[in-house]
């Protein structure tokens, strides 16, 4: 650097070579999107392409693998039993769903905040979900007013562990120095649950969701082959086993799919409200800027 430099006013600092350059987010484009979903797509639609070969190189019966045009046709054939089948097993799961919601967050949350509710009760809902649903649904039956009752409780105790248990966890995993600071601005117990606590325990509520909105529905089917229910008021598992004692298996394997993919729309609701939820500001939704 020389004085004549410095009398121009140029800027002579030497340049930082070792420091990187900030690297912008990398957003996610169309065509990433449009790959998410032609994979998946494209492995289902080989997985079909093989299971109609596979009936028709080797002449398999219907009654042993139906194809997959005869399972649609079933599909279409039966979509009044099955449809309103289907429409039962659901209301039992999402009221199942919906009671496990308000049951299990209001329980962490007193739980959270006094120690002796936490030493009284959480035994014994692990108690409760470590005991298989199919050895106590017998009991259930006999003691519920109704057999559309004993389902619901079934499914409800499937689905409220995982909401108690996430829950109570993501409210007891708060940051203490965070803790420590609303304590010293003189914050009270109801302002650090709602300002400090549940936001944190949020994630952890979204990813108990997401489990408990699966196993409502397992559960409402396994207890509904317990209760071996029929009639009008019966749901998707009684007509699998009403397809499965009269070999009809079009129709079984149609039901299987109806309950499929009823599952796999549960899971991609509840993370679709994970994800509302979290992308502006949980690193578990936001995507790494390198």
Same mark, same amino acid.
């Given at each position: 650097m020389t004085a004549l430099d410095t009398e121009k006013g140029v800027d002579v600092t030497p340049a930082k070579l070792d420091e990187p350059a900030p690297i912008a987010p990398r957003a996610?484009?169309?065509?990433?999107?449009?790959?998410?979903?032609?994979?998946?797509?494209?492995?289902?639609?080989?997985?079909?392409?093989?299971?109609?070969w596979y009936v028709s190189a080797y002449d398999v019966p219907?009654?042993?693998?139906?194809?997959?045009?005869?399972?649609?046709?079933?599909?279409? @054939? @039966? !979509?009044?039993?099955?449809?309103?089948?289907?429409?039962?097993?659901?209301?039992?799961?999402?009221?199942?769903?919906?009671?496990?919601?308000?049951?299990?967050?209001?329980?962490? &949350?007193?739980?959270?905040?006094?120690?002796w509710i936490e030493l009284a009760l959480y035994p014994y809902a692990v108690i409760l979900q470590v005991t298989p649903i199919v050895a106590i649904a017998p009991l259930i039956l006999i003691y519920a007013p109704t057999t559309q009752a004993a389902l619901l409780?079934?499914? !409800?105790?499937?689905?409220?562990?995982? &909401?108690?248990?996430?829950?109570t966890q993501g409210l007891k995993s708060t940051d203490h120095n965070l803790l420590n600071l609303f304590e010293l601005y003189g914050a009270s117990r109801w302002q650090t649950l709602m300002l400090l606590k549940i936001p944190n325990a949020l994630p952890y509520f979204l990813a108990g969701l997401r489990i408990a909105g699966g196993l409502a529905l397992i559960a409402a089917v396994v207890?509904?082959?317990?209760?071996?229910?029929?009639?009008a008021q019966s749901g998707l598992a009684y007509r699998l086993l009403e397809s499965q004692f009269r070999l009809n298996i079009p129709r079984l394997f149609a039901a299987l799919i109806l309950l499929s993919v009823t599952g796999v729309v549960i899971f991609f609701v509840t993370s679709l409200i994970s994800h509302l939820l979290l992308r502006r500001w949980h690193e578990s939704a936001l995507k790494r800027e390198n």
């Open positions: 996610e484009g169309l065509g990433e999107r449009l790959l998410k979903i032609a994979v998946p797509l494209t492995m289902l639609a080989l997985l079909i392409v093989v299971w109609a219907h009654y042993i693998l139906p194809s997959p045009s005869r399972v649609l046709q079933s599909l279409i @054939d @039966d !979509w009044g039993t099955l449809s309103g089948a289907l429409l039962i097993t659901l209301k039992i799961t999402l009221t199942a769903l919906g009671i496990a919601l308000v049951g299990g967050v209001g329980i962490a &949350i007193l739980m959270a905040q006094s120690r409780i079934c499914a !409800w105790i499937v689905a409220f562990f995982p &909401i108690l248990s996430n829950t207890a509904e082959f317990a209760a071996g229910s029929a009639g």
